[in-house]
């Protein structure tokens, strides 16, 4: 397995644009995890999802923020209208067991908004 | 919900000493406890975890201690080598059914050659 695949691995872009950041969770795997890095506020949940579900989205900061799953093997994180306190790291993250089992991060989304 | 705290921010030891990063959290529900660790420029990945049902778990140089009491854990690591330097993280579950985990701040080791 490729492991947990994410794209784009860097994007930058405009204040105001719309970010569409995208997920490949390891086959099998039912459970996913958008998380946000940053310096400030560290590594920070931003939505689960079991079964293709969103099961806790309470991390989501803000309206401008949704996530979909679509099907067990895609999920995606949209940011409308982007703004410079959204530049992070993004990593979405895979797991049999949810919050009782190891989590396989992808190499992340690195956002820079302008 | 779960509140995980994790200290030291940072530390750096001498390489060949060992290092130590506690970790607290706040759920007596909570039943399984990872460490992360995370190079720079890199993602999380697992090194070690520990379930309720032991006190200690030891992988080469690495081990994870956990006190259920006093809910907290530890990540120990002897002889510390250079590729050591990272930052770690530890996590415990949030309680209820929508089971994901909390991360705790993170401790930044250096380790000096």
């Known amino acids: 397995d490729a492991g947990v695949i994410q794209s784009p691995r860097h994007e930058v872009t405009e204040m105001g644009q719309e970010v569409t950041l995208r997920c490949k969770p390891i086959s099998g795997h039912n459970s996913l995890f958008w998380y946000r890095q940053t310096m400030m506020r560290g590594l920070e949940l931003l939505i689960y999802?079991?079964?293709?579900?969103?099961?806790?989205d309470s991390g989501m900061p803000e309206d401008r923020f949704s996530a979909k799953m679509p099907n067990a093997s895609f999920s995606t994180l949209k940011i409308q209208p982007s703004e410079p306190r959204d530049s992070a790291v993004y990593f979405c993250?895979?797991?049999?067991?949810?919050?009782?089992?190891?989590?396989?991060f992808g190499p992340g989304t690195r956002l820079t908004v302008l | 919900g779960e509140n995980v705290e994790q200290h030291p921010s940072t530390l750096s030891v001498q390489e060949g000493d060992s290092a130590v990063i506690k970790c607290t959290y706040s759920?007596?529900?909570?039943?399984?406890f990872p460490w992360y660790k995370q190079e720079l420029g890199k993602r999380p990945q697992l090194i070690i975890d520990i379930r309720s049902n032991v006190g200690e778990k030891k992988d080469q140089r690495i081990a994870v201690t956990l006190n259920k009491t006093a809910k907290h854990f530890s990540l120990h690591i002897t002889e510390t080598q250079p590729e050591d330097s990272a930052v770690y993280f530890c996590?415990?579950?949030?309680?209820?059914?929508?089971?994901?985990?909390?991360f705790g701040s993170g401790t930044q080791l250096t380790v000096l050659p």
């Open positions: 993250a895979s797991s049999w067991l949810a919050g009782d089992g190891e989590q396989f």
């Open positions: 996590a415990a579950p949030t309680s209820g059914s929508a089971r994901q985990l909390t």
């Open positions: 999802f079991n079964n293709n579900v969103p099961i806790d």
């Open positions: 759920d007596s529900a909570s039943n399984y």
